[in-house]
């Protein structure tokens, strides 16, 4: 992959933390080449688990777990707040000195330990996120298709592009760092047995949703500058897979917003419910009463006519 090795610049990081400044990102590098296909294992496994787990909890007491799940998620949270903070300083450092393409095009942060680090870490968490879908089916929570899929190809993909060293993946990890950070202090605060207002979510999800759109601008970004000879560290491979996965990420997420906040609830039947101008169920329909509710001028609608003890359907007397 082209790297923009032309150039030097001084990434921002005059304070490193001990775990930071100690990482091997060399290391880490050749790990993931030699082992990023495991992640398909992972992906199978997966998908083995959880809906083996559905079946095994149908007849099954659903579990609470409040405690673990507050757990869980604070730790995710803690851990992509300081991956956005960290992911986001260089990112708006980039932006400004050298502009939008640069970032999109720049790979050499991965040879950048404090970066890197983080770069390594999004990529290797996607495998024990994997974890936020037990909670599902251990709680009996609604498994919806875009929850699974979306843990599926993030796997597969974060793996795939790493080993490469995607540029674009400065775009990509910091995106994700921050609407996580968002989604998964959401999830501790509820799990935790707080209020959280629902505006709160509508923002997570509009956030997530400007991430996808945001991810095919990279993309197209990436396409442009490769089809115009300009060194970028993409490849045409990489862009079609990960056009692919934004843009199906942009319609579930816009689907998902559309169902949760902006369609009207449908209403639900009752006794004393109109259809049409029609009441049902005990109600009166032109004075006749349904499904053998009261007599209403002397009909009963379903249970025809009485006539000595006995009723006619249709001029038929049933016993």
Not at 16 to 26: G, I, M, R, T, V
Not at 72 to 78: D, E, F, H, N
Not at 150 to 165: G, N
Request: proline share 2%; with cysteine; hydrophobic share 45%.
């Amino acid at each position: 992959m082209a790297d923009n090795t032309s150039d030097i610049i001084a990434y921002p990081f005059e304070f490193q933390l001990p775990f930071e400044q100690d990482f091997n990102e060399k290391a880490a590098l050749q790990w993931m080449g030699e082992n990023w296909t495991a992640a398909f294992t992972y992906a199978i496994l997966y998908v083995v688990l959880v809906f083996g787990g559905r079946y095994f909890m149908q007849n099954r007491e659903k579990f609470d777990l409040r405690l673990p799940l507050t757990l869980w998620s604070g730790g995710l949270a803690v851990f992509s707040t300081l991956g956005a903070l960290r992911s986001a300083y260089d990112l708006w450092f980039i932006l400004k000195v050298r502009g939008f393409q640069f970032s999109v095009c720049d790979s050499r942060f991965y040879r950048e330990p404090v970066l890197d680090f983080w770069a390594f870490y999004f990529t290797y968490s996607k495998l024990p996120e994997l974890g936020d879908t037990a909670f599902i089916v251990l709680r009996k929570q609604k498994l919806i298709f875009l929850h699974w899929y979306h843990h599926i190809t993030v796997l597969l993909y974060a793996w795939y592009s790493y080993k490469d060293t995607l540029a674009a993946g400065r775009w990509f990890y910091c995106m994700n760092f921050t609407v996580h950070a968002l989604m998964y202090t959401y999830y501790a605060v509820r799990a935790a047995g707080y209020r959280v207002p629902r505006s709160y979510a509508m923002v997570i999800t509009l956030a997530q949703t400007a991430q996808m759109v945001m991810g095919c601008v990279v993309n197209y970004t990436s396409y442009a500058a490769l089809t115009k000879g300009e060194a970028c560290g993409s490849t045409y491979d990489n862009i079609v897979w990960s056009s692919v996965m934004y843009f199906s990420y942009f319609l579930l997420f816009a689907q998902f917003f559309y169902d949760a906040y902006m369609r009207k609830p449908e209403k639900q039947q009752h006794e004393k419910a109109h259809e049409n101008g029609v009441k049902h169920r005990g109600a009166k329909e032109n004075g006749v009463h349904i499904a053998a509710g009261k007599q209403g001028n002397g009909v009963h609608k379903a249970g025809g006519k009485r006539e000595n003890g006995m009723w006619k359907e249709n001029g038929i007397k049933r016993d």
